[in-house]
């Protein structure tokens, strides 16, 4: 139970640790965004990441992601792993890989995979190995340990311990983890973008081995990475028959910066773009959102404005609401209710989406 310090309603769906409700925090984020900064800066030094991008007027330029950190000698970008030495940038190169991989059986549980062909068979028989899900074979999942977000509320925010380690894998030694069984890689985290060099080498390393087999080249990203890594990401998807699934948080500006410490204008802007391509490949689908109903701050309303947002794009997109679950510095805020995620969906349809899906439903808590 929380107290919002500016108009003082008490609701299970306040933070403690954010201190504003959703309401405030969206008409009137200028005055209490400095308060709400203050908890990301204490959230990020406990892991010894930099509390704001780095802006050294001497700094060296990373053209990785929205934050283009100019990185001064021997300090380190947002995401915690591009830094500088001897005047360049190293961390996140092609060979540098900080993550953790594992083969997962398929069908499994992925945000895509109510559309995907590993979970369908959409696409069957260019991109998929059945016509329905491909049991017997396995997803190569690829986690990255660096973000270009300050999610409160990461659900895998122990990747952040992993930021600064030394262990390092080439993407000659990734893409040899591709068998004749694996028939998708997904790149996810964390998130791909400070890494989206090794990547992107591991993929098309990955697809030449294959050898023109069943390979599709997945992601699931927060969306701001920088041109022209959206374009090479897009291209690979779509001549895989992969898809992009991009992580839309929420609408308003003002609660994305509370929930993720950033903007979310370069996610939109580059989801836009990507939606120009859907016509490339209507099958299986390309490109899919998702957003993840937060209790008192992911609400119908961010849900309406993501949902009218895509569907002014394609209303054949597919968009999945998937639960909250109680964690990292938002511990304290309930799941999400199974009333929450149905008003939410019901929200997204009546905004003209064609495909929304509650993903996540074992999660789903009480009325509140």
Known sequence: MGTCQNCGQTSVTISKALGFCGDCIRAHFEKIWPEIKQVHHRSRRAYG???EP??????????????????????????????TENGRIIGGRPHEGNLSYYHDPLPTNCVGDFV?????GAGYPKYAMSKGPEYGHRNLAVFYHACSFNCLYCQNHHFKEMTFSSLRVPAKELAAAVDKRTTCICYFGGDPTPQILHALKTSKLALKNAGGRILRICWETNGAVQEPFLTEMADLSLRSGGCIKFDLKAWDEGIHHALCGVSNKKTLENFKTLAGLINKRQEPPFLIASTLLVPGYVDENEVTGIAEFISSLNPMIPYSLLAFYP????????????????RCQAAAKNAGLRNVRIGNVHLLGDDY
């Open 49 to 51: 990441l930099p509390e």
């Open 54 to 83: 780095p802006r050294t007027p001497e700094g060296v330029t990373c053209r990785l992601c929205t934050h283009a950190c100019s990185i001064p000698e021997g300090g380190t970008g947002y995401c915690g792993l591009r830094r």
């Open 116 to 120: 995907c062909p590993a979970g369908t």
């Open 327 to 342: 964690n990292f510095y938002l511990e304290d805020l309930p799941t999400t209710s199974r009333a929450h995620a149905l």
